[in-house]
């Protein structure tokens, strides 16, 4: 499934951050679709220290079982792959228990398994790659106003790797999100229905 990703040479930014891009069959962005049903938004999209004014914000994703599925793996041809070619990317042979250590899973899991793994991805409300919103209907809307009533399919782009010291991880943009609106119809309207047709 992933024979075709490579990662290309690390490069620098101007403020020191190391990156490799990655691309897939025949060179091309890496643009993934992976939720069959609709994925829960539990928080809000923001920033670690909640700037309101930020205009790219972190989103976490609720992983379903096929979510989980394909990251997982991923995350085992990464594994695998940064090993193999440790040398060309980091200039140095990294043993697998090294990469292991430093690497940071695309999925986030609770050490007790209290709660539902999530998929932590980047969004952008403002720039050039501003996120895009459509309605079940492929007609675009604005982003919702209330997160937590709402269930999105995403189009997720797996653009790079990051290193920082030893720590190794992906950043993952969502590109596009078909929301869906989540009934908010009273729930015991159907019962006290019901009942009224049992009375009469």
Known sequence: MFSALKLAEQVTSTRGAKSC???????RKLQVQPCVAPAIVPFAPSTFDKDEAATRLTLELRCDAHMLEYF?????????????????????????????EGYHPTVKRHPTGAYAPLLRCKIDVGGRRQVTFWTPQN???????DWSRVSVLPVLEIVSLWGM???????????????FENSMD???????????SMET
């Open 165 to 179: 010291g030893r720590d190794l991880g992906w950043v993952i943009q969502c590109n596009a999100l078909r929301v």
């Open 139 to 145: 007609v675009r809307r604005e982003a919702p106003e």
């Open 186 to 196: 009273c729930p015991f309207a159907a019962e006290e229905d019901e009942s009224e």
């Open 72 to 100: 997982d793996q991923f995350d085992a041809w990464a594994e695998g792959y940064l090993h193999e070619h440790s040398s060309r990317l980091f200039k140095k042979e990294l043993t697998e228990l090294q990469i292991q």
């Open 21 to 27: 891009a990655l691309t897939g069959p025949g060179g």
